[in-house]
Nanobody, 126 residues
């Protein structure tokens, strides 16, 4: 039996909220970005929210202002608080690490991303 890595997904109406959790695997705070990606059926996987270089945060334009990424260092757990959910947020959400680039940003290149689990499904519908 595979231990769940991501959890907290579910079905919610537009405008609702969900909180995703991720049991993070080992990563380097000096060279890795950590956070969340998502993939809708038939679409490419995309970056959603990333944390890097301590407290620096990046969000995709589509979720900025609605989603919040946080981390519990003691528990080595990542969270994604999602508010004001929209139908276009429907996707499987994955936590992962990716490469911290020399210009102090996170790589979204698929080859640089290491996914830790099977994802958790978020469905937003009326």
């Amino acid at each position: 039996q595979v231990r769940p890595v991501e959890s907290g997904g579910g079905s919610v109406q537009p405008g609702g909220s969900l909180r995703l959790s991720c049991s993070a695997s080992t990563y380097s705070r000096d060279r890795d970005c950590v956070g969340w990606f998502r993939q809708a059926p038939g679409k490419e996987r995309e970056g959603v929210a990333l944390l890097y270089s301590g407290d620096m945060l990046w969000y995709s334009n589509s979720v900025r202002g609605r989603f919040t990424l946080s981390r519990d260092n003691e528990k080595n757990t990542l969270y994604l608080q999602m508010s004001d959910l929209k139908t276009e947020d429907t996707a499987t959400y994955y936590c992962a690490k990716t490469v911290l680039l020399s210009r102090d940003s996170c790589s979204l290149e698929s080859g640089d991303v290491n996914y830790w689990g099977q994802g958790t499904q978020v469905t937003v519908s009326s």
